[in-house]
């Protein structure tokens, strides 16, 4: 089939130009991470194995706090963020889940943004959101508006996963080349201005051909999710090809930069090496083996891979590492949680929809959403499922904070789940 540029805009990637990389980490050595292994054998993944607490914090429910189905969570410094499907962005106090107040607003105007999704700094606490006008829209960790950070490249098709800063104040932004010269890149600016480049991925040198699709659909919010787990949440492009079993789909928010404690780390779809971004360089750092169920970047397009395993969301922190990864992706979409333990090297797959048994608390069990860079992982439960389970566990013995749960009615916001 003709090979398009539209699957490079978030999700196509391949084996990084050597120029731009080195073969080892600093040490000479490569973390190799036996994940195809542990696909063979799933098993039920046990919170006690991973976290030493679990903490619940009710959102306060006001009218203007109302969430509604399909969101996304995150901390950033003691605020708790939740993106929304009325296209806000509320904070909410880490400790208290009271409600704060509504972080800018979508619109044109000096403080407004495109998107509600964002990121931000955890030890500045300021909180970044993408523009209309190549520019990143920050605010502080109370939700006032600060300024307006000019990009000085192109950022069509950049979602919130496409940014990072490193430690010297040099912002990061992940470019697909589908509009340019079909190449993708790491682009580095500080003050306004370029810095430097590392192209990523050796491409195709073939203009995108529109007539090679057949049809397109779009997927968002609690849909999304639903199919293609958290990684969904800013929306999820699924392209049949004309040609028969051929076909791409784009997860805009798949896993690319994120920061884990004070370094920046690299991963592009396609390609199982994870990088360390050290000055302008990028530097492997690990290697997530699949081993049988590894889809090379030559077979992409390809919709009878329902063997290989397609990884969309990397949740790293000190000690453990949670992969989420999709098998059958063209036909019966199969989520997975592969959770990793640094110092024993221990490796653990089970099914995203059994999520993480909670035999710490004895509640409903835990499905990690994102994680800090502090390391705390969180989620959330919708009150109708924390409702349902009291009716159903009267007699069970629980911790005194989940008893206080029971408070929660159907209607109400969610409950966020901290653990760490």
Not at 18 to 31: E, F, R
Not at 62 to 68: A, E, H, M, N, Q
Not at 124 to 149: A, E, P, S
Not at 278 to 299: A, C, I, N, Q
Request: proline share 4%.
């Amino acid at each position: 089939m003709k090979k398009t540029y539209l699957c490079q805009l978030t999700v196509a990637s391949c084996l990084f130009l050597a120029a731009c990389n080195g073969d080892k980490t600093a040490d000479g050595k490569l973390s190799v991470i036996p994940l195809g292994t542990a696909i063979e054998k799933p098993v039920e993944l046990k919170a006690s194995d991973y976290f030493k607490q679990v903490r619940y914090v009710p959102l306060e429910t006001t009218d203007s706090s109302l969430i509604g189905k399909g969101p996304y969570v995150q901390i950033i410094k003691d605020r708790i963020l939740v993106s929304t499907n009325q296209s806000q962005c509320l904070m909410f106090d880490k400790g208290t889940g009271k409600f704060i107040k509504q972080v800018g607003h979508i619109g044109n105007d000096p403080e407004g943004y495109n998107s509600v999704f964002c990121w931000g700094d955890n030890e500045t606490g300021m909180i970044y959101f993408n523009g209309w006008n190549k520019d990143l829209v920050c605010y502080d960790q109370d939700g006032v508006f600060q300024r307006k950070i000019k990009i000085p490249f192109e950022t069509m098709g950049a979602s919130s996963t496409s940014f990072g800063y490193q430690n010297d104040g040099t912002f990061v932004l992940y470019k697909s080349g589908i509009l340019g010269d079909g190449k993708n890149n790491l682009l580095f600016f500080k003050d306004n201005m370029p810095v430097d480049s590392c192209s990523t991925m050796a491409t195709d040198e073939q203009p995108f051909d529109p007539s090679n699709i057949g049809s397109i659909a779009i997927f968002k919010s609690e849909t999304g999710i639903e199919l293609f787990g958290p990684t969904a949440y800013e929306g999820t492009i699924v392209i049949d090809y004309k040609e028969p079993e051929t076909g791409c789909i784009i997860l805009n928010a798949n896993t690319r930069l994120w920061r884990q404690d004070k370094e920046l780390y690299f991963k592009e779809a396609y390609n199982d090496t994870i990088y360390q971004i050290k000055d302008r360089t990028l530097m492997p750092s690990g290697v997530l083996d699949l081993g049988k169920y590894h889809w090379s970047f030559s077979e992409r397009f390809m919709k009878n891979k329902d063997n290989a395993a397609l990884i969309t969301q990397i949740l790293d922190s000190e000690d453990r590492m949670i992969v989420r990864f999709i098998r059958e992706l063209f036909h019966k979409p199969t989520l997975y949680n592969a959770v990793i333990t640094k110092s024993t090297g221990d490796v653990k797959v089970g099914l995203y929809a059994d999520g993480m048994k909670d035999d710490l608390t004895n509640y409903l069990p835990l499905q990690p959403m994102s994680v800090s860079q502090a390391g705390e992982y969180v989620g959330l439960l919708s009150a109708a499922d924390a409702a349902e389970w009291f009716e159903d566990n009267e007699n069970k013995e629980i911790p005194q904070q989940v008893k206080e749960l029971k408070r929660i009615g159907e209607e109400d916001n969610p409950v966020v789940v901290i653990m760490k």
